[in-house]
């Protein structure tokens, strides 16, 4: 299957160039035994990460492509199938108590080292809130991590477990760290995963395309929004077999 899905605006040479290296690289891993499919299993959970609105609103430092015309519509129409069907949602934003960063007790840890998480103080709640277009509704969980990964250090593989969740349909930002990481965990954990091709972005050029070949390749099955929709609706009647 094809995962190649630039957001709009991104070069058209760099998408040729991906393409190719892409090309190669599948008939490199098909001959190695990757790409195997993990496939849906009975229980689904969508996980939206850090779609809150210093991710998706302009003029913030983590601003992400593709938001508006891709991803929240996206992630839109799998919400009104978790919703309809009785499946779990987890909301995940991220945000810091202590954002001084010359106090080695802040819960930043050594993050804010790399990157300016300082930006999303707790005591700012609006900007670390989750983008209004996709509000949780009353049931569904809000996450607040300090980490890339929204297992780590968290309480989601537990609830997960809890709810008898066996598969995780992850979405949002940004693929190259936060969804990328939340993959790989959930696959350790035990968790049978699918990235949603369409609701996944980034900031910079080629990152969502190069990752979710590469995620698809290792660590989940890269899967359309339709599809996704199709087995949210279908799995307490008919499973959906893995292609």
Known sequence: ???????????????????????KASALYRARGFQRRIGF?????????????????????FTCEGVD???????QGLLAACRRNGHPVVHVTTCYQ?????NPLTDMGLWHDKIPIEVVAQSNPEIW????????????????????????????????????????????????ACVRETLCDGLADGF??????????????????????DIDAKFADVESVERCVAYLDDVGHVPIAAE
């Open 1 to 23: 299957m094809s995962v190649t899905v630039p957001p709009s605006g991104f070069d058209r040479e760099l998408d040729a160039t991906l393409a190719l290296a892409f090309e």
């Open 41 to 61: 299993g009975s229980r689904p959970a969508l996980i939206n990460v850090d779609l809150a609105n210093a991710w998706t609103r302009p003029g913030n430092p």
């Open 69 to 75: 015309d891709r991803i929240i519509p996206g992630v």
């Open 98 to 102: 202590v954002t001084d960063r010359s």
């Open 129 to 176: 809130a989750i983008d209004s277009r996709i509000e949780p509704i009353e049931g569904e969980q809000v996450l607040i991590k300090k980490r890339a990964s929204a297992f780590h250090g968290t309480y989601l593989a537990g609830f997960l477990r809890a709810a008898g969740v066996d598969t995780i349909l992850v979405t949002g930002v940004t693929a190259s």
């Open 192 to 213: 049978r995963t699918i990235a949603v091709k369409e609701c996944i972005g980034d900031r910079v050029a080629g990152a969502v395309a190069w990752n979710l070949f």
